[in-house]
């Protein structure tokens, strides 16, 4: 049935040569290699030896500048971006930085239920999300903050979702920091590990199909973020395989911040870290240091042209970096790590820093503008922060609907029994916090 599927035939007319070399599987007599359908051209030898990892060199990690914020290259030098931008993006690092900090300190109080931080990491979210358009499609994870600021999330966007209130988009179903937002492009996080990663595949294999349908759109792709932890998911292998066979315009980036929860790196993999599995994988790939703004823009634009060459390929991109807080507010991270090692990364490199070194060489900003922008964003998130706090919880109704296009009857006795309930029982439930109260719960 799929060899009859005309789109199909248009895909694999599309795949580059290299990935249809399982059709020709002649040898010619006295060659020194074999088209074996499941290896690419490889060469005989006489010699038994087993290829070690030791053998190789690790892959180097592309930066643009060092932690002082020094050019490295000079020919290699930011350029083709306005001051105005990247000081946008250094208030943007803020915002989630100061944001973060007094969130942590609600979810301590008592007033989240739950919270995680972007400590260490803003760079390689807001740097990435620099170089992507509002119309490529994107999958996050639950540490990308700085993709949604990047990409136009307001504050008052965060700290709906964050409080589950009546203006919640999500209408307050998800637990914090599992934002979303189709305007956008980005897709809902979801708290299962990994599962982001097969569906930014699939994504990727639908807008491939749509640009054969109708090639006056304009070409997009989707990025798809994870830490290193989720690269050890399953879920992870099966998307880069079938993105590579399938030639899916993909991007994925993997956060590699040494912990995923409480295991370190060095409990989790013995190879080179997970740049090494996209070459496995026949996948463009690349290493670079999460903590230069530049070096990520710079590899993530490159990474999406090179996505939508010959029709569509993936493309891998590990940004190397380091936790510098717990996991999320359900952490203690100094039950597995010394403080001194999170207070030597503090000390030693941080995306924010780095970039405000920079800015300052080129006599973009100083101490004065420093102390004015931060007040004014603590300022700014305070006032949305206590905004949302206020508002009410959405509709108790909101509970049953959505779920199919009409409300089932097994919904309809759902919401009776529990109107019944709440009239039964009026002392043991406050519904004052929902708007409406229980009003909707009898209603068709």
């Given at each position: 049935m799929l060899l009859r599927n005309p789109l199909r035939a248009q895909i694999l007319q599309r795949v580059p040569r290299r990935q249809t070399r399982w059709s020709s599987l002649s040898q010619?007599?006295?060659?020194?290699?074999?088209?074996?359908p499941g290896a690419v051209s490889s060469k005989f030898t006489t010699k038994l030896s087993f290829e070690h990892p030791s053998t190789h060199p690790a892959m180097p990690t592309y930066r643009v500048m060092d932690s002082d914020g020094v050019v490295?290259?000079?020919?290699r030098k930011p350029s083709g971006i306005s001051n105005e931008e990247i000081v946008t993006w250094y208030r943007n690092m803020l915002t989630v930085s100061i944001m973060d900090l007094i969130m942590f300190d609600a979810q301590r109080?008592?007033?989240?239920?739950?919270y995680m931080v972007s400590a260490g990491e803003e760079g390689i979210a807001i740097g990435s999300a620099?170089?992507?358009?509002?119309?490529?499609?994107?999958?996050c994870q639950y540490r990308e903050t700085g993709v949604f600021k990047q990409r136009g999330f307001a504050l008052s966007d965060f700290m709906n979702q964050l409080f589950a209130n009546c203006k919640d988009a999500g209408k307050g179903r998800n637990m914090p920091v599992h934002y979303g937002s189709g305007k956008l492009n980005i897709h809902t996080i979801s708290s299962p590990l990994a599962t982001q990663i097969p569906q930014a595949a699939g994504a990727a294999y639908a807008l491939k199909i749509q640009a054969l349908q109708n090639p006056d759109v304009p070409p997009r792709v989707v990025a798809c973020y994870f830490g290193e932890g989720a690269a050890s998911e399953g879920d992870f292998h099966a998307a880069l395989n079938i993105a590579a066979t399938r030639s899916c315009p993909v991007v994925f980036i993997c956060r590699n911040n040494g912990y995923a929860i409480s295991t370190s790196t060095l409990e989790q993999y013995r190879g080179d870290g997970i740049a090494s599995r996209g070459i496995g994988y026949g996948i463009d790939t690349i290493r670079v240091d999460g903590n230069d703004i530049f070096a990520v823009r710079e590899v993530?634009?490159?990474?999406?042209?090179?996505a939508l060459e010959d029709g569509g390929k993936p493309v891998l991109i590990e940004a190397m970096s380091y936790r510098v807080s717990h996991?999320?507010?359900?952490?203690d991270s100094f039950a597995y790590r010394a403080k001194v090692e999170v207070e030597d990364w503090k000390r030693r490199d941080n995306p924010i820093t780095r970039l405000r070194k920079w800015m300052q060489h080129q006599g973009m900003w100083d101490e004065e503008k420093e102390k004015e922008a931060r007040s004014q964003i603590r300022?700014?998130?305070l006032k949305a922060f206590a905004e949302a706090e206020k508002e009410k919880k959405g509709p108790l109704r909101d509970m049953f609907t959505d779920v199919y296009e009409d409300l089932t009857e097994e919904s309809r006795g759902h919401m009776k029994e529990l109107g019944r309930l709440l009239d039964d029982y009026p002392e043991e439930y406050d519904v004052n916090e929902f708007e409406g109260g229980r009003k909707g719960l009898s209603e068709p």
């Open positions: 010619r007599p006295g060659s020194d290699r074999v088209h074996f490295v290259d000079e020919s109080q008592g007033r989240l239920s739950f620099s170089a992507l358009v509002p119309e490529d499609v994107i999958f993530t634009k490159e990474a999406r042209r090179m996991h999320s507010t359900s952490d300022k700014d998130v």
